[in-house]
């Protein structure tokens, strides 16, 4: 069995900072891409951010420049950080692993979801 829990939403005024955290525990051998999405009222999930094994990143072009993703490999875990929020960043925030379970299953996993308020 494979959890990944995030922390770290809330609300916040624009121009503000939140710092999201996601850590996956379980029968794990390996995880490959990690990732945050988004999905706002209405709207289908978005990535945000994605980040491979080897570090390579990548953003959606609206949070550019805003929005870092990191990882630790060693403690299974990634973060986002995320400056100059704007109103439209308003949305729930889903973490994402791509991983090798101890069974060697290929999973993808998500987190429960964690709410991200943005106020004009």
């Known amino acids: 069995q494979v959890q990944l829990v995030e922390s770290g939403g809330g609300l916040v005024q624009a121009g503000g900072s939140l710092r999201l955290s996601c850590a996956a525990s379980?029968?794990?051998?390996?995880?490959?891409?990690m990732g945050w999405y988004r999905q706002a009222p209405g709207k289908q999930r978005e990535l945000v951010a994605g980040?491979?094994?080897?570090?390579?990143?990548n953003y959606a072009d609206s949070v550019k420049g805003r929005f870092t993703i990191a990882r630790d490999n060693a403690k299974k875990t990634v973060d986002l950080q995320m400056n100059s929020l704007k109103p439209e960043d308003t949305a729930v925030y889903y973490c994402?692993?791509?991983?090798?379970?101890?069974?060697?299953?290929?999973?993808?996993?998500w987190g429960q979801g964690t709410q991200v308020t943005v106020s004009s």
């Open positions: 980040i491979t094994s080897g570090g390579r990143t």
């Open positions: 994402n692993a791509d991983l090798v379970t101890t069974g060697w299953a290929l999973l993808s996993s």
């Open positions: 379980g029968s794990i051998r390996s995880i490959n891409a």
